[in-house]
């Protein structure tokens, strides 16, 4: 069973999230523990599963993916079958940065990098459209990002 967090747990949270290529010696000084309580705590946090991974965040345009698209999918028909082979088809797809499953009248909402717009078309109109699951396609050219995910909220429980 995994220990509730401390304050000192989410504090290393919050700087791991900011930089995962911190040193315990650089986090224990950013929240006054030593390295050895650092690297225990991070150790613990890992195999409890509130860290997940340490990734790069590589930037989208410098590898020309110039455009960012927010596609919303309605399925042909709704039943497991078929939600799981859009799924399928989904989790194959590098394009599609994240996809949620949605209430509301569309039944998915995909983020969709592409290189412009005749790679984003081939995606809709050769992927998308003529997929079995698929019935309906609606795409939103992205013009300015106003936010993008920095980390999640690390707060005390209660707040």
Do not use: W
């Not at 220990?3 to 290393?12: A, N, T």
């Not at 590898?63 to 799981?84: E, F, K, P, W, Y």
């Not at 799924?87 to 990098?113: C, F, K, R, W």
Request: some cysteine.
């Amino acid at each position: 069973m995994d220990e509730p967090l401390d304050k000192l747990d989410l504090r290393l949270l919050q700087e791991l999230q900011k930089d995962g290529r911190l040193t315990n010696n650089e986090l224990g000084e950013r929240i006054a523990l030593s390295p050895s309580q650092c690297s225990r705590r991070r150790t613990r946090l890992e195999a409890e599963g509130y860290i997940r991974s340490y990734r790069a965040y590589l930037d989208r345009q410098k590898l020309g993916l110039d455009m960012l698209v927010v596609i919303s999918v309605t399925l042909a028909t709704h039943n497991r079958d078929n939600a799981r082979r859009f799924s399928q088809l989904i989790n194959g797809l590098p394009e599609v940065l994240e996809a949620y499953a949605l209430t509301g009248e569309m039944d998915y909402h995909l983020t969709v990098a592409t290189r412009g717009l005749a790679d984003l078309s081939k995606f809709v109109n050769d992927v998308l459209l003529p997929h079995e699951s698929v019935q309906h396609v609606k795409t939103s050219i992205v013009l300015d990002t106003l936010k993008t995910f920095e980390g999640f909220p690390v707060l005390m429980p209660g707040h």
